[in-house]
Structure formats: C-alpha cells, structure tokens
Nanobody, 122 residues
Framework: QVQLVESGGGSVQAGGSLRLSCAAS????????MAWFRQAPGMEREGVAR????????YIDDSMKGRFTISRDNAKNTVYLRMNSLKPEDTATYYC???????????????WGQGTQVTVSS
C-alpha cells in the first residue's frame, strides 16, 4: 500500500511560481503512473499533469501547457510539479495520485495524498 505525501503549497501573487512535491513511500506497479489533480471549491476535480515513471513520459493538460512541468526523481521516489506564471484561477487544493496506468480519470487512481493548498492572488 503506497502512501503519498504532498508538500510545497502556499500563497503566491499572480505571475509567481511554486514547486509541489509528492513523495511516495515505495515504488511498485501500483504507482507506475503518478499524477497531479486539483479541485477548487464548488468545482469538479481536474487533471493537471501525469507522468509514467518507467519511461519518464509526461502529460500536461491543455490549460497548463507552457506553464506547468511534471518531473520525477526516481532515487527519492518523488514527483514534482513546477508551476510558473500562476493565475488566480489556479487556486485550488492540489492532490497527488498514484495508479497503474496514466488514465485521465481520477477514479482510476487508487492512492491519493492529503492535498496541498495553492492560493494565487491578483
């Protein structure tokens, strides 16, 4: 049973940057895919980025392309989300998730972190 711990959230002004971290307790087929989702109050959970660990294949959702980057440090079992040019609409709780395949569906991920809050002010 993989455990995920997110960190790195906080408050930033529009145009600023943050780097989120997701540390996994172990590496197995249960977390071949690591993903970031976000959820703002009153909104549906939204996919942000995914990475297929064995081959380092990354996916960035359209609205975040050019601003967000997902990467990993395999030695630390850690995935990062670098967020640049942040906008107020990026304000949300960001969740790390792990699964066996890089699906776009949140329900396909079996393990979730506790979430880290990102607040972007104007």
């Amino acid at each position: 049973q993989v455990q995920l711990v997110e960190s790195g959230g906080g408050s930033v002004q529009a145009g600023g940057s943050l780097r989120l971290s997701c540390a996994a307790s172990a590496y197995s087929s249960d977390n071949f895919c690591m993903a970031w989702f976000r959820q703002a109050p009153g909104m549906e959970r939204e996919g942000v980025a995914r990475i297929y660990i064995p081959y380092n294949i990354t996916y960035i959702d359209d609205s975040m392309k050019g601003r967000f980057t997902i990467s990993r440090d395999n030695a630390k079992n850690t995935v990062y989300l670098r967020m640049n040019s942040l906008k107020p609409e990026d304000t949300a709780t960001y969740y790390c998730a792990a699964g066996r395949a890089c699906s776009q569906r949140a329900d396909d991920f079996g393990t979730w972190g506790q979430g880290t809050q990102v607040t972007v002010s104007s």
